[in-house]
């Protein structure tokens, strides 16, 4: 079977969320008209980090192929930049943000759909669509994992930011609600000021494990050997992007 390149993945997946997102952007929905439009929505917001994310993974593809056999050292500085901050953003945001909006999603869409995701939406936003921005999100975040070794900082460092990300955002709906008088999730409208900050403190609580899970998949998954799985280390910066090829096997 013929060999699938990780770069040809991350270009796939870069493209539908690129779709996503268009769709998403033109959907003629009221909140889109309010007071913070799109990005009052942690789902949007984590559509916008992960293209970014794939983004930058495609950049570095191709910065790593017209690079390939020269000898600038300068080009190899820039191009350890940029996959700092790749293993950066995958580390504190794609992986515990993305997450962490399929999981809340599901749990409370599972336990009573009104509290995040009321049946009103039903009539703007397709099946689809709905799916490309809470579910499939998880599946494409570890298809990156598994094809590309991510470098993650010290634990310490990365729960500060990813605390710190959880506090914006969570300050950032308290202001909507300050301008608007409606918080941005049916959840919070329904319960009390006190079970209000308990629910914000159980959210970080939550996307600080999956950040500490992160960490610990990433570890799990190349700290073993691995079958099936060939590592192409012809040059220096093949070796820093951690480029994978799957390959198919037969019975």
């Known amino acids: 079977m013929a060999l699938i390149p990780s770069q040809v993945l991350r270009v796939a997946i870069l493209l539908s969320y690129f779709s996503i997102l268009c769709h998403y952007k033109a959907l003629d929905m009221p909140a889109h008209q309010t007071y913070g439009?799109?990005?009052k929505f942690l789902t949007f917001i984590d559509l916008v980090i992960q293209a970014v994310f794939f983004g930058l993974c495609v950049l570095i593809d191709v910065s790593s192929l017209l690079t390939k056999g020269g000898d600038s050292r300068e080009q190899e500085r820039q191009l350890r930049k940029l996959i700092g901050l790749r293993d950066w953003m995958m580390a504190v945001l794609a992986f515990p943000v993305g997450a962490f909006v399929v999981f809340t999603f599901w749990s409370l869409y599972l336990y009573d759909r009104?509290?995040?995701y009321p049946k009103l939406l039903d009539n703007f936003i397709p099946q689809w669509l709905n799916h490309g921005m809470h579910t499939t999100v998880l599946p494409f975040i570890i298809i990156e994992m598994r094809t590309t070794h991510h470098r993650y900082p010290s634990r310490l460092w990365g729960l500060a930011?990813?605390?710190?990300?959880g506090v914006g955002?969570?300050?950032w709906?308290?202001?909507v609600h300050q301008v608007t008088g409606v918080w941005v999730y049916p959840v919070l409208e329904?319960?009390?000021p006190v079970a209000r900050v308990a629910f914000f403190s159980a959210m970080m609580a939550v996307i600080?494990?999956?950040y500490v899970l992160g960490e610990i998949l990433n570890s799990y998954i190349w700290e073993k050997p691995h079958t099936g799985i060939h590592t192409r280390t012809h040059t220096h910066t093949?070796?820093?992007t951690g480029h994978l090829y799957l390959v198919g096997t037969s019975d």
């Open 37 to 39: 439009g799109s990005w």
């Open 114 to 116: 009104e509290l995040v």
């Open 161 to 165: 930011a990813v605390c710190c990300f």
């Open 169 to 171: 955002y969570i300050l």
């Open 173 to 175: 709906t308290c202001w």
């Open 190 to 192: 329904r319960i009390a």
């Open 208 to 210: 600080g494990v999956f």
């Open 238 to 240: 093949h070796t820093h």
